[in-house]
Nanobody
Framework: VQLVESGGGLVQTGGSLRLSCAAS????????MGWYRQAPGKQRDLVAD???????DYADSVMGRFTITRDYANNTVYLQMNSLKPEDTAVYYC???????????????WGQGTQVTVSS
């Protein structure tokens, strides 16, 4: 399984970025896809995720500013980030909760991470 992320970078306060993550592998099912972030010295926390049924969940700190969407046919998830703040600065990790043909149970898969930096 491979998760390939793109779209991070440097942006000023109030700006926007769009992250993309494409998952590839011998999937039986991809149940949920989402984004987590980790700032220096802090734990990795959920930003947003979306289930196979389209239900979304957001961290309180990004509600109303970030939007997660998913292309089910291509196992791709997007995170549109608007009104960015310096406290959004972190490494953003793509996550997929999936079952693959060689493993009968759901496993968490992670991307390599993409840096998002918001300057004040």
């Amino acid at each position: 399984v491979q998760l390939v992320e793109s779209g991070g970078g440097l942006v000023q306060t109030g700006g926007s970025l769009r992250l993309s993550c494409a998952a590839s592998g011998r999937f039986v099912s991809v149940n949920a896809m989402g984004w987590y972030r980790q700032a220096p010295g802090k734990q990795r926390d959920l930003v947003a995720d979306i289930t196979r049924f389209g239900r979304t969940d957001y961290a309180d700190s990004v509600m109303g500013r970030f939007t997660i969407t998913r292309d089910y046919a291509n196992n791709t998830v997007y995170l549109q980030m608007n009104s960015l703040k310096p406290e959004d600065t972190a490494v953003y990790y793509c996550n997929a909760k999936a079952v693959v043909v060689t493993t009968p149970t759901q496993v968490n898969y992670w991307g390599q991470g993409t840096q998002v930096t918001v300057s004040s």
